[in-house]
């Protein structure tokens, strides 16, 4: 299984809604990270969870609340987003925190913040 | 300078002719250089890594990497439609602990 999940593949939510993003990997992977990509842009580094633990947290506001239940699921909980927050999020995994090695993307969760 | 530099293109190139794509980078300790594809509405996807000073080759891809220039490039042969998409460059910099930097992507159309 060389395959990153992510669920909902599309998520409309207003601005006082709470919703959650899900990603999974079985791969063995023990580094996962978050990244949020605007139209015509690269994708932006939000979170970096390695062996479970946050390692790196971008400045994100705290609206955006990432939790690593086990090694192969990683959330990202919504709460009082904005409408600038619409974007692709992208969960992505490699082996291990590095920083240095190939990161395998999911399909990514579509987002529209009303 | 930015840390990671692509030029956005678009670059158009007839069907069955090479594509080059061009990428620099600041961080001298660089040791990973990674070409990922994105189609229009989809994930990244990995096309090649290259670790080493020189030529890696693929398929129809071959990676070029000049440490000592800081500058790493993607070749695509006998290019086709399909290989039409946003190619972006991803370099790890070191930022007190390494992070992974995306080149703002070259558009390729490959006309027909």
């Known amino acids: 299984d060389t395959e990153v999940t992510q669920t909902p593949k599309h998520l409309v939510m207003g601005m006082t809604n709470k919703k959650s993003l899900k990603c999974e990997q079985h791969?063995?992977?023990?580094?996962m990270y978050w990244y949020k990509q605007k139209a015509k842009k690269p994708p932006e580094l939000m979170f970096v969870?390695?062996?479970?633990?946050?390692?790196i947290n971008e400045s994100v506001p705290s609206r955006f609340s990432p939790e690593c239940p086990n090694s192969s699921l990683l959330n990202l909980h919504l709460h009082a987003l904005q409408p600038e927050d619409s974007a692709l999020y992208l969960c992505a995994s490699s082996p291990r925190e590095r920083g240095q090695e190939t990161q395998y993307f999911g399909p990514g969760t579509r987002l529209l913040v009303l | 300078q930015k840390e990671v530099e692509q030029n956005s293109g678009p670059l158009s190139v007839p069907e069955g002719a090479i594509a080059s794509l061009n990428c620099t980078y600041s961080?001298?300790?660089?040791?990973?250089f990674f070409w990922y594809r994105q189609y229009s509405g989809k994930s990244p996807e990995l096309i090649m890594f290259?670790?080493?000073?020189g030529d890696k080759e693929d398929g129809r891809f071959t990676a070029q990497l000049n440490k000592a220039s800081q500058y790493v490039s993607l070749l695509i042969r006998d290019s086709q439609p399909s290989d039409s998409a946003t190619y972006l460059c991803?370099?790890?910099?070191?930022?007190?602990?390494?992070?992974?930097?995306f080149g703002a992507g070259t558009r390729l159309f490959v006309k027909a």
């Open positions: 961080d001298r300790g660089s040791q990973s």
């Open positions: 791969m063995g992977h023990r580094a």
């Open positions: 290259i670790y080493s000073n």
């Open positions: 969870y390695s062996y479970e633990k946050l390692s």
């Open positions: 991803a370099v790890p910099i070191n930022t007190g602990g390494f992070k992974t930097i």
